[in-house]
């Protein structure tokens, strides 16, 4: 089982609305990998987990905050987002840091 | 610093026919992993087939085949009998071997299949 979940599939949201992303593994990987991805570009990462500890945060603005609750889950915090935020979000996840599986993604509209 | 090349954005096929993606990569290193991931409307990014560098043997994953260059740093992807169904946005894309790094991704090419 390759299997990533990421809810919910589409959200919509005001630039003062709080709201989260979620992302779900049950492939026992350690290591877990939030991206932004624009249409028609490759995605671009923002944060990587290892061992649930935060290992790698590509220069994120704050109004992204991510946790990892524990080895399975990784949730993805947005509060006070801009329009230019506004994106398809994907989860991933990888044993050895090898290949990377990723989930179906969160589209994200901020009105 | 790595960077991954596709130099075409776009490429079409007929059905049943044979294509060939090409992507060149840079690097210092001699360790890494190869991939190629492609990206239908659902926007679900699926991951075609990997190439460990270590290995000379090219990868192969049912109508999907790699020619791996190591020397020249060329990875390119073939698609034999193509179906409709493998239109998508192909990446390219490069990871140092190790846990929980980087995934470098070249820019994509768009592939379109002809009934």
């Known amino acids: 089982d390759t299997e990533v979940t990421q809810t919910p599939k589409h959200l919509v949201m005001g630039m003062t609305n709080k709201k989260s992303l979620k992302c779900e593994q049950h492939m026992g990987h350690r290591a877990m990998y939030w991206y932004k991805q624009k249409a028609k570009k490759p995605p671009e990462l923002m944060f990587v987990y290892s061992y649930e500890k935060l290992s790698i945060n590509e220069s994120v603005p704050s109004r992204f905050s991510p946790e990892c609750p524990n080895s399975s889950l990784l949730n993805l915090h947005l509060h006070a987002l801009q329009p230019e935020d506004s994106a398809l979000y994907l989860c991933a996840s990888s044993l050895t840091g090898s290949e990377q599986y990723f989930g179906p993604g969160t589209r994200l509209t901020v009105t | ?115």
């Open chain 2, 1 to 115: 610093a790595q960077t991954v090349t596709q130099s075409q954005p776009e490429m079409s096929v007929q059905e049943a026919e044979t294509v060939t993606l090409s992507c060149t990569y840079d690097t210092s290193e001699s360790d890494y992993y190869l991939f190629w991931y492609k990206q239908p409307p659902s926007r679900q990014m699926i991951l075609v087939i990997r190439q460990e560098a270590y290995k000379q043997q090219n990868a192969t994953e049912n109508r999907f085949s790699v020619n791996f260059q190591k020397a020249a740093k060329s990875f390119s992807l073939k698609i034999s009998d193509s179906q409709l169904g493998d239109a998508a946005m192909y990446f390219c894309a490069y990871i140092l071997v190790g846990s929980a790094r980087q995934l470098t991704f070249g820019s994509g090419t768009q592939l379109t299949v002809l009934p």
